[in-house]
Structures are given as structure tokens and as C-alpha cells.
């Protein structure tokens, strides 16, 4: 029985009556267009077609989640670039991984739509290569954009004074380092190492994970591990070093507080809540939300190389749309939890703020704010 239990639409569970019920010859693949099949893995003619239900349900939630993404990466983008205080060479690093999330899912959602009302690819072998590479290009570019926020923060808050400030000509030279980086990747399946097929449910098309030859083997493990476990390592090792700096430097205010028998040398409400937990909250949540999102799809890829299980094509595009998703949550973890991010909000768009945000500056450290760094800069 389906998940979502019997279909109630009568054409369809006629065509599954007629076929032999749930052992029928109708598969997944029937309504694939006769150019797009040699791109087909014969793994996938095993399953019958998924419940018309899930197509709408995949076609809603990706639209929603590309409405979503791309208002809320668009605003981000505005603000930052507009307002003359944020124009600093560590938000530009925030600006790029907003404007990777945006033509993710501005590139990815409408597509994706318009095939789960098909219940099919529709739009031919090309379209089908240029959304896999653009998805897998905008995926790892975001990938990697939060690994160099990453280390810009460990370079201001472990380091301090003696770290090198960053400047526009070097963050724009780590932005295209990045992007020349990701394209390399992303366009090799293109040219033959790997290729990029339909996803299970055939509504999507990514990486080429079923094939068992090594060449294509090789990529999944390559990619896996410049895209996934590198910048994933990164992130953790430069979040393990700030909670610690930050914690020692707490402690250190603390004792110094006590020294001068006071019971804190912080005012307000940054006394009622330490750095180090902010920046604790702030770094869990970064590597839990990174993690959850791009690991199903990990196992997805793995699981088809290696071979260990059975995929389904209802589990492979769920996978794939819960990496997409982080596209949506990006901004949040990097611009909402940014205090002057929220102040210039509340100035230009007053409808969408509760309240006028205050200024703390533990808040600052704690949402990675590189103050520091800006004012080295300017020096």
C-alpha cells in the first residue's frame, strides 16, 4: 500500500486495475518522452507510477519553497547592497551565498513545477543537463560560500588583532576562486565524467549515481568529497575554535568582574545571556541545518554506488528537494541573526519587523559579525 494509501483518482486506479494492480507492467517510466529514455537507468523500470497525490504535493512544496526563497534571498541581496553600513568585505560573503540560494531556486522550482503537473520530464535531454549542472552548481557554490564565512569569522573572533583583515579585493577574489571552483565540478559530467539523469519519479535530473562503471563511481566519491565532507569539516573545525575563544574570553570577564566585585561587566540585556551561548545556538544551528539538508541526498548518491539498498523514486526526489530547501533557511541563519541586518529591515521594511532590534554586542559575536574586522579595514 502507497504511504498515502489508495489514490482516489479513478483514471489511475483504473490504469493500475487493468495492469494487474500492483503488479502490473505499467512503470514510472511510461510517460518519460521517448528522447529522454536513454538517459533512463533500467533500475528505475520496477516501479509503478507514484500516486498522482505526490506530484502535487512535490509540485506545491518546491513552489512554495521557491516563492520563499527567492523573496527571502532577493530582500537580503537588497538590503545588503543598499545599505551603505553593510557594504563591508565579510557581507559580501553573505550577499554571495544569497544570491547562489536565489538563482537556486528561481533556476530550480519552476521546472520542477511545471514537470510533477506533467508527472514527467517534459522538457527535453538538454534542459535536463542544464538543470543538473545549474542545481549542482548553485548547491556547491553555497557550500562553499558558508565555509568561507566560516573562516572569516574564525579569522576575526580566534585570531583577533593579529588576524590579517580581510579586504573587498580579497573576498572577491575567494568569490571567484569559489565559483570558478564549483563550475569545474558541475560542468565535468557535462563533458563525460559522470552525466546527469532523471531523478526516480523522473521531475528532476541530477547527478548519474546508478551506473556501476568507475569513471562515473569516481565522481560521486570525488564530488562527495570536495563538496560534502571537506567544507562540512571546515565549518565544524572553524565553529569548534570559536565557541571555545569565545567562551575563554567570557570566563575571562567574568573573573575580571569578580576581581572588581561587580556582578558583570556587561550592561543590559547582554548580561542575561552570554556570548557563548548565542554563538553556541548560532553554530548548531548552522551545521545541523547544513547537515539535515545535503546528507539524505549523500546516502541517496552513496547508496545507489555502492549499492546497499533499494531506491525508491518517492525517497530519491524527496532527498533531492530537501537540499534545495536549505536554499530557504540560508538567509535566516546568515542575515536575520545579524543585528545591523535587522535594524536596516525594520528601517526599509517596518511591516516585516515586531520591533526595532537592539543593539548588543554580544549579539554581534555570537551571530559571527566581523566588527573587528571592519574596522581594521577601514584603518
Known amino acids: 500500500m502507497s504511504v498515502m494509501g489508495e489514490p482516489n483518482f479513478a483514471a489511475w486506479s483504473a490504469q493500475r486495475v487493468m495492469s494487474g494492480a500492483f503488479g502490473g507492467n505499467i512503470?514510472?517510466?511510461?510517460?518519460?518522452?521517448?528522447?529522454?529514455?536513454?538517459?533512463?537507468?533500467?533500475?528505475w523500470y520496477q516501479y509503478p507510477p507514484l500516486n498522482p497525490l505526490w506530484h502535487g504535493i512535490l509540485g506545491f512544496v518546491i513552489g512554495v519553497l521557491g516563492?520563499?526563497?527567492?523573496?527571502?534571498?532577493?530582500?537580503?541581496?537588497?538590503?545588503?547592497?543598499?545599505?551603505?553600513s553593510l557594504r563591508t568585505p565579510s557581507n559580501f560573503l553573505v550577499v554571495n551565498l544569497a544570491f547562489s540560494d536565489f538563482l537556486m531556486m528561481f533556476c530550480m522550482s519552476p521546472p520542477?513545477?511545471?514537470?510533477?503537473?506533467?508527472?514527467?520530464?517534459?522538457?527535453?535531454?538538454?534542459?535536463?543537463?542544464?538543470?543538473?549542472?545549474?542545481?549542482?552548481?548553485?548547491?556547491?557554490?553555497?557550500?562553499?560560500?558558508?565555509?568561507?564565512?566560516?573562516?572569516?569569522?574564525?579569522?576575526?573572533?580566534?585570531?583577533g588583532l593579529s588576524a590579517k583583515p580581510l579586504t573587498k579585493k580579497g573576498v572577491m577574489l575567494r568569490i571567484f576562486?569559489?565559483?570558478?571552483?564549483?563550475?569545474g565540478w558541475t560542468v565535468a559530467p557535462v563533458l563525460g565524467?559522470?552525466?546527469?539523469?532523471?531523478?526516480?519519479?523522473?521531475?528532476?535530473?541530477?547527478?548519474?549515481?546508478?551506473?556501476?562503471?568507475?569513471?562515473?563511481?569516481?565522481?560521486?566519491?570525488?564530488?562527495?568529497?570536495?563538496?560534502?565532507?571537506?567544507?562540512l569539516f571546515g565549518i565544524i573545525y572553524c565553529y569548534w575554535f570559536i565557541v571555545q575563544a569565545v567562551a575563554a574570553h567570557e570566563k575571562s570577564m567574568r573573573e575580571q568582574a569578580k576581581k572588581m566585585n561587580v556582578a558583570t561587566l556587561r550592561s543590559g540585556d547582554a548580561a542575561n545571556t552570554s556570548a557563548e551561548c548565542k554563538l553556541a545556538k548560532v553554530a548548531l544551528m548552522t551545521?545541523?541545518?547544513?547537515?539535515?539538508?545535503?546528507?539524505?541526498?549523500?546516502?541517496?548518491?552513496?547508496?545507489?554506488?555502492?549499492q546497499t539498498a533499494s531506491i525508491s523514486p518517492l525517497a530519491t526526489i524527496w532527498c533531492s528537494l530537501f537540499a534545495k530547501a536549505n536554499?530557504?533557511?540560508?538567509?535566516?541563519?546568515?542575515?536575520?541573526?545579524?543585528?545591523?541586518?535587522?535594524?536596516?529591515?525594520?528601517?526599509?521594511?517596518?511591516?516585516?519587523?515586531?520591533?526595532?532590534?537592539?543593539?548588543d554586542d554580544a549579539t554581534s559575536t555570537a551571530s559571527g559579525v566581523t566588527t573587528a574586522n571592519e574596522e581594521k579595514t577601514n584603518a
Open 112 to 159: 520542477m513545477v511545471i514537470n510533477c503537473y506533467y508527472e514527467t520530464w517534459v522538457l527535453g535531454p538538454m534542459f535536463c543537463q542544464i538543470y543538473g549542472m545549474l542545481g549542482s552548481l548553485f548547491g556547491c557554490t553555497s557550500i562553499w560560500t558558508m565555509t568561507l564565512i566560516a573562516m572569516d569569522r574564525y579569522n576575526v573572533i580566534v585570531k
Open 327 to 359: 536554499a530557504v533557511y540560508n538567509p535566516i541563519v546568515y542575515a536575520i541573526s545579524h543585528p545591523k541586518y535587522k535594524q536596516a529591515l525594520h528601517k526599509k521594511f517596518p511591516s516585516l519587523s515586531c520591533a526595532p532590534p537592539a543593539s
Open 27 to 43: 512503470t514510472v517510466v511510461d510517460k518519460v518522452p521517448p528522447e529522454m529514455l536513454f538517459l533512463v537507468d533500467s533500475h
Open 287 to 306: 551545521i545541523a541545518l547544513w547537515f539535515f539538508a545535503w546528507t539524505p541526498y549523500l546516502i541517496t548518491n552513496w547508496t545507489g554506488v555502492l
Open 177 to 183: 576562486i569559489v565559483w570558478l571552483f564549483t563550475v
Open 193 to 231: 565524467w559522470n552525466r546527469y539523469v532523471p531523478e526516480g519519479n523522473m521531475t528532476a535530473c541530477g547527478t548519474d549515481y546508478l551506473s556501476q562503471d568507475w569513471l562515473s563511481k569516481s565522481y560521486i566519491f570525488a564530488y562527495s568529497f570536495f563538496c560534502y565532507f571537506m567544507p
Open 67 to 84: 516563492c520563499i526563497s527567492v523573496f527571502g534571498n532577493g530582500m537580503v541581496i537588497y538590503i545588503f547592497t543598499t545599505t551603505k
